[in-house]
């Protein structure tokens, strides 16, 4: 499974950028998909994610009200819509998903309920 995440660039503080990620390869299951950041210096962390079969979205507290996740499970292909952009959302936006159906409810803000990474797009916020 490849995922590729794209949509990152420069913009102002206040400004809107479009995150987009497809995942593609041979037959797989999509559970759910997610976007991590990871800034310069600091550790990954959660953003949003989204699990198909409930349709329950998942956000980190710092973006709730700033960014929207969405995504078409039959296209394998999730959005990440950040609005109102601050400097401190300068960071690598990478996606991943999950392929293996897990136990239980997993909850999809925790990086190993993952299987696949993409590489990241970088997004940097000017002040």
């Known amino acids: 499974v490849q995922l590729q995440a794209s949509g990152g660039g420069m913009v102002q503080a206040g400004g809107s950028l479009r995150l987009s990620c497809e995942a593609s390869g041979r037959t797989f299951s999509n559970y759910a998909m997610g976007w991590f950041r990871q800034a310069p210096g600091k550790e990954r962390e959660f953003v949003a994610a989204?699990?198909?079969?409930?349709?329950?979205?998942y956000y980190a507290d710092s973006v709730k009200g700033r960014f929207t996740i969405s995504g078409d499970h039959a296209k394998n292909t999730m959005y990440l819509q950040m609005n109102s952009l601050k400097p401190e959302d300068t960071a690598v936006y990478s996606c991943?998903?999950?392929?293996?159906?897990?136990?239980?409810?997993?909850?999809?803000?925790?990086?190993?309920?993952?299987?696949?990474w993409g590489q990241g797009t970088k997004v940097t916020v000017s002040s």
């Open positions: 989204i699990r198909w079969y409930d349709d329950r979205l």
């Open positions: 991943a998903a999950q392929t293996r159906k897990r136990a239980g409810t997993p909850d999809m803000r925790v990086s190993f309920e993952y299987d696949y």
